[in-house]
Structure formats: structure tokens, C-alpha cells
């Protein structure tokens, strides 16, 4: 009985708060759009009955969304622009994470202080930083100017390149942490034994260390990729009117077009794309969960 | 694994510049003289002054401390209930869905959460404002600070726990004094992880906001929407400096600890 109430509030919270909502979208990307508020006819009511309801759902939202090639542009290019900043925060955030697991143990608690820094601190206001760098007039090119490396100013924001950097630049941290607790775990001796064994550093490297720290490797993958395939901020501060992406369109679908069902219908749809990167992911946190056992 | 080569010292070094320089620029133009903020025209504190007599900011400031506070204790509460339960409470009906529920929404994107709490409050007739803020943000904390609780739960020895019990202490007695000090770092760290969410968020608290509650986020990014300002500069200078001094705090306390944990281990060996 003790039991019950310790289980109870939490359960019956997350039920309300996180469960019912989701019914209440999937309900609404059903619905109509009407001049109303709120502005949709909910085309289901129990008078009707459970049976009329299916017999005239015709996911009409849904339609709509492949007929305009906005939507599922967006959802490609937001496909894109996750796998290809994942990919490189892998590369910036790797040699980053070896460098940390090798430092000595007096220098690794404040290495490990200064990547979760960034960590804590706003978002927006790293987001933001960005925006006085890349800009015409930015740091970035006054500094590339002065040197001489370029002549007229490069055209950074407002561009897919920039959302890149700002999405490596936020999301490195979640890169970093798994692969250094993975890599910190590994045992020195066995790249030794490679080397003794004739193996190059550098196919040691290859042959050892890369899957041993394979599982580490996939949890920063997808701690990156899946937050930024719904990123909103970013698209919206430091990249352009071309650089679409769904979380954007989802955004303005809802506060500028006051279309909720679409609005839904788009969030039902990522929430299917995101379904697949999901399992993988607990998968392998249960595997490497059992490792560690 | 103490081997340092030249490639380790470079790497470090420049991703550390890249993760730093960008901030230590914020700082440095957040005490310009001039208001534009790419050109330097000499040292003044006057955007500090004029963030000061910002009714707006300040307003919003308060909104957001007040949500922050409020939303995780609530968070800190039921996440620990959360956790207890999924570590400790064997198996009950609804389990798979209950760690469903608990680990989803953090991976969830902000832009689906926020809708779907939008249109359940619109749907109960809610009136969207300081409240439904907290609830959101509790319903998303709460799953952090779980996580971070039952990791702590997982490695601590239960037969402690039994110990007090088989000693006479009731269940409730065996928590309040074996389990929760010793899971407290935890807790502790639970709560401000959820207080830096919710300080944090702007996705979701723009959906499940009224006109009657603006936060501070929302505030700086319909600010920074127009373009860089060096109040804004100011602004989050003052935030990156409260962030840096809690968690150089915060590590220097946890090294304290340890330190004394290690030499009362050794005195207890030695006697």
C-alpha cells in the first residue's frame, strides 16, 4: 500500500502531463482548421459515437503535408543538416575526448570542468555569441580581412554554414562526455600490447581504440543527432530564410499561420522519423548498461 | 593512459579555443562604450546601468526565478519518487510504461512537448501564464533529475538500508536516515540541473506561456531576433559569470569531499 503512494504521483503526473497531450495532438492532426478559438473543429464528440468518428476521419492534414513540397523539404533538409553537424561534431569532438582520457589524472577534473562548462551555461546566449562573430561585419571577418586571407567579407549568417557551427558548437559537450567515459575505461596495456605486436600507433588507434570506444561513440552520435532534427533556436538565429527546418516550420506553422492542426499533423510525423534514432539509441545504452555490470 | 603528444595538446587546445573565445568575446564587447557591438570604442560599464533600469528585463528576470524555483523543488520531488521506485520498487503494473514515460521526454524535441502541453491546456481551459510554465517545466525535470538520482541508487549498497532495518528502523526512518544522506549529493545536484533547464528554456515556455508571463528567455530571444545589442551582452555576461562561479563552487566542494572521504578511509584502516 506504502508502495502505491510512492508510485502514484509521479506516474499520474507524467500520464497527464506528458501522455494525454500527445493523444490530444495525434487527435487534433485529425481535425480541421476553423476561424475559431481555438482554432480547429474537433470532429470528435461522444454523441456521435466512436464509429462515425472513424468511418470520417481522412487525415486530410496529412495530405496536405505531402502535396506542399515545404514539408517534406524541410524534413529532408533538417535530415541533412542533423547527420552532417553529428558528423562533424564527431570529428571536432573525438580528438577532443582522446586528448582528455590521455591528460594526466591532475589536469583531467579540470579539463572535465571546462567542457561542462558550456554545459550550464544558456543556450541562447551561446547561440547568440555567435551571431556578433559570423555576421559581415563580425569578428571573424574583420580578423580574416586583417590578415589578408580574403578581400571582401564572406557571407556566414543567415546560411546552412552557420547553423552548422552553431549546432557543433552547442552540442559538443553531449559529443565529448560519452566518448571520454568510454575512453577513460579503456586499459592503456591493451594498446601497448598492439604496438608490442607490431601494430603501427596509428592502426593500434584503428584497431583498438575506435571499437572499444564504439559505444561511446554512438550514444554522443545520437545525443547529437536527435535533439538537433527538431532543433528550433538555432535555424532560427543564426541561419536563413533557406535553411528550413522542421522545428522552424512547426514553430511558425503554429504562432504565425495559426494552422494547429498542421501544426500537429508536422509534429506527429517528426515524432515517427525520431521513433527509429530512439530505440537505437536505448538499445545501446542497455547494452553498454550490461557491460558494465 | 599519461602519455602527452604534441597531437593531444593541439586538439585540446583548439577545441577548447573554439568553445571558449566565442563567450570571452561576449564578455569583453559587453563593456564597449559604443552601441555597436563589432567595433571597439573604449571600457564602460553603461550597459550594466541601462540593464538595471530595464523595467522589461527585470520584470522577466523575476518571472523566470520564480519558475525556476517553484518547478524544480516539484521536479526534484517527484523525479526522487521517480527514481526510488524504478531502482528499488521491483515489479508493478505499468513499469515498461512508466520508464517509457520517464526516459522519452529527454529526448524528446521541445518544439513537440510544447505544442502538446499547449493544446492539453487549452483543452482543460487552463489559463496559460506563471502556472502552466511550472507544470511544463516540472513534467520535463523531473525525468533529469530521476536520471541523475538512479544512477546514484544504483550503486549504493542496499544492505545499508537493510541494516537499518534490521536494526528497527521503519521503512520511512531507513530513508530519512540511511538512504537520503547518502543520495543526497544526488538530489542536490538533481535540483540544480532541473533549476538550468528551466532557467534555460525558451522553446517550451513560449508555447505554454500567456501574455500575462514573460520569461527571461523568451525576453532576450525577441531581443536578439532584431540583431546584437550590447545589453544583451551585458545580460549574459552577468549569467555566464553566476553559472561559472556554481559550478567552480560546486567542484571545489565535491573535490573538498572526496579528499576527506579518502583520509577518513585511511584512518579507519590505520586504526
Given amino acids: 500500500m506504502r508502495r502505491f503512494f510512492l508510485i502514484a504521483p509521479p506516474f499520474a503526473w507524467l500520464l497527464l502531463l506528458f501522455l494525454v497531450p500527445f493523444v490530444i495532438v495525434v487527435k487534433i492532426s485529425l481535425s480541421d482548421a476553423a476561424l475559431a478559438i481555438p482554432p480547429y473543429v474537433p470532429k470528435f464528440s461522444w454523441a456521435e459515437g466512436i464509429g462515425t468518428y472513424f468511418s470520417q476521419l481522412d487525415f486530410e492534414n496529412f495530405t496536405f503535408l505531402t502535396e506542399d513540397d515545404l514539408y517534406w523539404k524541410a524534413y529532408l533538409s533538417s535530415l541533412k543538416i542533423a547527420t552532417v553537424s553529428t558528423i562533424l561534431t564527431l570529428l571536432v569532438g573525438y580528438p577532443m575526448a582522446y586528448g582528455m582520457a590521455r591528460a594526466s589524472s591532475e589536469w583531467r577534473p579540470t579539463l572535465m570542468m571546462l567542457v561542462i562548462l558550456p554545459f550550464w551555461t544558456s543556450f541562447l546566449i551561446r547561440v547568440y555569441a555567435w551571431m556578433g562573430i559570423l555576421s559581415n561585419e563580425g569578428f571573424l571577418n574583420q580578423f580574416l580581412l586583417w590578415t589578408g586571407i580574403i578581400d571582401t567579407p564572406l557571407i556566414i549568417l543567415n546560411t546552412n554554414t552557420a547553423v552548422y557551427i552553431g549546432i557543433v558548437y552547442t552540442y559538443l559537450p553531449f559529443m565529448i562526455l560519452p566518448i571520454y567515459s568510454a575512453l577513460e575505461r579503456l586499459d592503456g596495456s591493451l594498446i601497448e600490447a598492439a604496438e608490442d605486436l607490431g601494430c603501427s600507433r596509428l592502426t593500434a588507434f584503428w584497431l583498438v581504440t575506435i571499437p572499444l570506444s564504439k559505444t561511446g561513440i554512438i550514444a554522443g552520435c545520437f545525443l547529437v543527432f536527435i535533439p538537433t532534427l527538431g532543433e528550433f533556436v538555432i535555424p532560427s538565429l543564426l541561419g536563413g530564410s533557406n535553411s528550413l527546418m522542421i522545428g522552424k516550420v512547426l514553430w511558425e506553422e503554429f504562432f504565425s499561420n495559426r494552422d494547429w492542426p498542421v501544426a500537429s499533423a508536422v509534429a506527429v510525423i517528426l515524432l515517427l522519423i525520431l521513433i527509429i534514432p530512439i530505440v537505437l539509441f536505448q538499445r545501446n545504452q542497455q547494452k553498454q548498461q550490461e557491460a558494465e555490470q | ?271
Fill in chain 2, 1 to 271: 593512459m599519461n602519455k602527452t603528444s604534441w597531437f593531444n595538446v593541439v586538439s585540446l587546445t583548439l577545441g577548447f579555443a573554439f568553445l571558449y573565445i566565442p563567450m570571452i568575446i561576449l564578455i569583453i564587447f559587453s563593456f564597449n562604450e559604443s552601441k555597436l557591438v563589432t567595433v571597439w570604442a573604449g571600457f564602460s560599464t553603461k550597459w550594466y546601468g541601462e540593464l538595471l533600469h530595464n523595467e522589461a528585463f527585470l520584470n522577466a528576470a523575476w518571472v523566470t526565478i520564480k519558475v525556476a524555483v517553484f518547478s524544480s523543488t516539484i521536479a526534484t520531488v517527484l523525479g526522487t519518487m521517480a527514481a526510488y521506485v524504478l531502482v528499488r520498487g521491483g515489479r508493478f503494473m505499468g513499469r515498461t510504461l512508466f520508464s517509457g514515460m520517464i526516459y522519452a521526454p529527454l529526448v524528446m524535441p521541445e518544439v513537440i512537448t510544447g505544442l502538446s502541453l499547449l493544446l492539453l491546456f487549452i483543452g482543460i481551459g487552463l489559463d496559460r501564464g506563471v502556472l502552466t510554465i511550472v507544470l511544463a517545466h516540472s513534467t520535463f525535470s523531473m525525468c533529469y533529475v530521476s536520471v541523475v538520482v538512479s544512477s546514484r541508487l544504483v550503486t549504493f549498497d542496499r544492505s545499508l538500508e537493510e541494516a537499518a532495518l534490521d536494526l528497527g528502523c521503519s521503512a520511512a526512518q531507513a530513508f530519512r536516515l540511511v538512504t537520503l544522506p547518502i543520495i543526497a549529493p544526488a538530489v542536490i545536484s538533481g535540483w540544480l540541473l532541473a533549476f538550468t533547464l528551466s532557467l534555460d528554456d525558451l522553446v517550451i515556455a513560449s508555447f505554454t506561456t500567456g501574455p500575462s508571463a514573460t520569461t527571461l528567455p523568451i525576453r532576450i530571444f525577441s531581443a536578439v531576433r532584431l540583431g546584437v545589442s550590447p545589453e544583451i551582452n551585458a545580460l549574459s555576461t552577468i549569467m555566464i559569470a553566476i553559472v561559472t562561479f556554481g559550478v567552480i563552487t560546486a567542484s571545489l566542494i565535491t573535490k573538498h569531499q572526496m579528499v576527506r572521504q579518502k583520509r577518513e578511509e585511511q584512518e579507519a584502516v590505520r586504526s
